[in-house]
Each structure stands twice: as C-alpha cells, then as structure tokens.
C-alpha cells in the first residue's frame, strides 16, 4: 500500500458549507469539528450531551474566533430524538453538504435502546440508518453533497445474524456484536450507493475507518486503553481518513478510506478495501430491509 501524504492541509476552504457531525464532543467528532470550523465551514454538533458540546464550542472559538459551530440535540439510541433533531435542523437550514455519521459506543455491557434495539447495533447503525434517511431529500437538494460512515477494522470480526439483530436469543458477546455494527456500516454504505447509482442528485456515499487511534470510544476495554499507551496513533491522524472521506475532490460512492501503514492500523489516508464478507449483497439487502421495517424509516 503507497504511503499517504495526505493531511488537514490538503482541504480547501469550505465557507458556504454545512457539516453535521454525530458525536463530535470527543475523539474522531470534535478533531473533524475543529478542522473544519478552521476551513470556514458551518459545523453542527449533533449530540447528546449540549453541556459537554458548549465546552467544545468555547475550546474552538478560543483557538479559531470566527468559527461558525453549533450543537443540536441528538440521541441516536431513540428515534423520536433523531426525528426531533431532523426537524429542528431543517427549521434552521435550507441545505446539508456533509453528513458525517461519525458517533458511536464500543464494546459496552448489554443493554438495549429506547426503542429495544441491541445497543451498539441499535447507535451506531440503526440511528445513523434512521438519520440519514429523514436528512436525505435535504441532501439531495444540496449539490455534491455527500455522506460518511465511520466503520472500523472490527468490521473483519462482524457476522450478522438477521434473525436475532437484538441478541435476544443467543448468549451476547460485547466485542461481536461491536464487529457486527461496524461491518452493518459498511453493508449500509455499499447498499445506499448501490440503490442511489443511477440518481443524478444523489450524494456521494462513502465510509472511512481511523485504524488505530485513542479514543474515549474504549472506555468499555480495559486492554484497549493500556494497549493505547504503546501502539495508538494521536486522534489528529486517526481523524485524517474521515476528513478525506468527507472532502476528497477524488471521492466516488463506494469509496472507503483508512490509515496506510501496518495493516491499516496507523499512518494518513488513503482508499481501502473492506473484506469480502462485507460485500455480501444479499446480506446488506437484508439488514437494509429489516432497518427499514425496524427504524419505520424509508428513504426518498
């Protein structure tokens, strides 16, 4: 794999652009949020915590004065909350450039969401379902628009059983089910730019993975946070393939981005390939059809 040189100097000015970023109080979320308030973008915080998210307002208007950041509430473990922020987003904005679908939880004990999905499952690939759905005709509206899915390399541990997305008839396994909604964000993303191909206004959909990067993301995995100490890249590389994703003048729907060195674990950007598994057609058919019939949500 070529070495990347790519980094946050290589993104172009983005005033008159609107960003929405899931979970941008920390990690991935806040780096992408800080890089591109600095690129003159209009960045909204899409996120749970508004205390937490005013703190990070406050750090980058310190550092960047102009910057034009915002936060609206959005809890992506209840549908009604992801409605609520759609419709509260749409009164204040007439156009969407870039969603990225960057929030997510890791490895955490079972529980189940507001609406009684599997929690990992239910965050990071249902709620993102259901976002983007309701925000799709805004972004088909907004020219060379585009969308990012954050995955991870735990997609290679994924294997999605559709008859029991919510785990209730099998003994849960944390770091499994985790495999299974990183690789259920690969499966959306291939299925929407599959299903989206032949639309002229369609945005462009890609998805992006950080390798290894130190986040608060590992709160749940005591190994992951000691292992952090030695192997772990800084969140200002890690964030680097999300920010390609979401820019990248070169970007087609399918494209994948992650870190180029040792076995894409650290290093900058460049394009990936996800495994085999993850192109499993009828696989993201099905989950596609059983978000649909979970989320109530049907895109335009």
């Known amino acids: 794999m070529a070495k990347s040189k790519w980094t946050s100097d290589n993104i172009k000015d983005q005033s008159g652009k609107i960003f929405v970023i899931t979970g941008a109080t920390s990690g991935l979320g806040k780096e992408a949020a800080r890089v591109l308030a600095n690129k003159n973008a209009t960045v909204v915080m899409a996120i749970r915590n508004l205390q937490k998210g005013q703190k990070v307002i406050d750090d980058i208007k310190a550092a960047y004065p102009n910057a034009d950041i915002h936060q609206k509430k959005l809890d992506l473990s209840s549908l009604s909350s992801i409605t609520a922020f759609v419709e509260d987003f749409q009164k204040d904005y007439n156009r969407l450039d870039v969603l990225i679908n960057n929030a997510g939880v890791m490895m955490c004990p079972y529980s189940k969401t507001e609406d009684g999905f599997e929690i990992q499952m239910g965050v990071n690939h249902l709620g993102h379902f259901a976002l983007t759905g309701q925000l799709m005709p805004l972004l088909k509206q907004t020219k060379d628009s585009r969308i990012v899915s954050t995955s991870s390399v735990a997609h290679k541990f994924g294997n999605i059983d559709l008859k029991d997305l919510n785990w209730e008839n099998r003994k849960y396994r944390t770091s499994r ?109 099905g989950l596609w059809e059983l978000s649909e019939r979970m989320t109530g949500v049907q895109y335009q």
């Open 177 to 285: 089910a985790y495999g299974d909604s990183k690789i259920a964000n690969l499966y959306f993303m291939y299925e929407l730019a599959k299903r989206y191909k032949n639309d002229q206004d369609a945005p462009i959909i890609t998805a992006s993975h950080p390798g290894w990067t130190e986040t608060e993301l590992q709160r749940h995995t005591g190994s992951a946070r000691f292992l952090n100490k030695f192997f772990a890249q800084d969140v200002k590389i890690g964030t680097l393939p999300t920010l390609m994703a979401a820019v990248d003048d070169n970007a087609t729907s399918g494209d994948y981005y992650g870190p180029s060195r040792f076995f894409e674990m650290w290093g900058n950007p460049v394009k990936v390939k996800s495994n085999k598994k993850s192109h499993d057609a009828s696989v993201a058919k």
